[in-house]
């Protein structure tokens, strides 16, 4: 599987990069997936992302910083519907995490506009462990135009998950709510570069996903825009 799982992202990486709108690098003082804390501190982000008929392709690496070893990779597939008054995004997507690599089949549900409620599930693979989904509600809030490259814009979100069934670090199961997170970012524009300041909070309802109830980490990035 995970031969499988290595080409398939050899060759979305090389169509990201081929057709890319845009590349990316971040940093972050920490590094979470689905609540989950996975690495505590100096944590790099190269990011290259490409949409291709309504298909949006996405790679990201993740490397610490300490001594520059790439310690997970994320590559994801999705497609958005076209629908006027409907957001339906299907998304496949595979993760190498610590210990174990899982696959993602996603479907997002949300309502078009500045301010967007939406739906997500997520039905997870792993190597290790017992299948189990994520059921995320979230909301996103755009302030200005983020298409705009000449202007602007900050974007907001917050999102509540419920857990059914996974933990990337043992066999405990956890079927409950298991925290919620919030987001802001701006984006400063200079020609094509887009300078991305973030500050992400998250607060955590059962402690078999994290003892620390509240926890807050920033982020900076730069994206380039071909």
């Known amino acids: ?4 799982a290595l080409t398939l992202i050899m060759m979305l990486c090389v169509c990201s990069i081929a057709v890319a709108q845009d590349v990316g690098v971040n940093y972050s003082d920490m590094y979470r997936w689905h609540g989950w804390r996975l690495y505590e501190e100096n944590i790099i982000h190269t990011s290259v992302n490409a949409e291709i008929r309504g298909f949006d ?3 990201v690496g993740h490397y610490e910083n300490e001594d520059n070893d790439l310690k997970k990779m994320d590559t994801s597939l999705a497609y958005q519907i076209p629908l006027r008054e409907l ?5 496949y997507g595979y993760v190498f995490l ?6 993602e089949v996603g479907l997002t549900l949300g309502l078009p506009g500045n301010i967007s409620p939406r739906y997500s599930i997520y039905h997870v693979v792993p190597d290790n462990s017992q299948n189990g989904q994520f059921h995320v509600l979230g909301v996103d ?3 200005g135009d983020p298409n705009d490259p000449n202007a602007i814009s900050a974007g907001l979100m917050a999102e509540v998950t419920y857990n059914d069934g996974v933990n990337p670090f043992g066999q405990t199961v956890i079927r409950d709510w298991s925290h919620f997170t919030a987001a802001a970012q701006l984006n400063v524009p200079f020609d094509d570069i887009i300078l991305q300041p973030g500050i992400m909070f998250q607060h955590t309802f059962d402690e078999i996903v994290e003892n620390d109830k509240n926890d807050c980490w920033y982020t900076i990035g730069f994206q380039y825009r071909f």
């Open 1 to 4: 599987m995970r031969r499988i």
């Open 57 to 59: 392709i996405d790679a």
């Open 87 to 91: 957001i339906v995004k299907p998304s």
């Open 98 to 103: 610590p210990g174990m690599d899982a696959q």
């Open 141 to 143: 809030v755009f302030i």
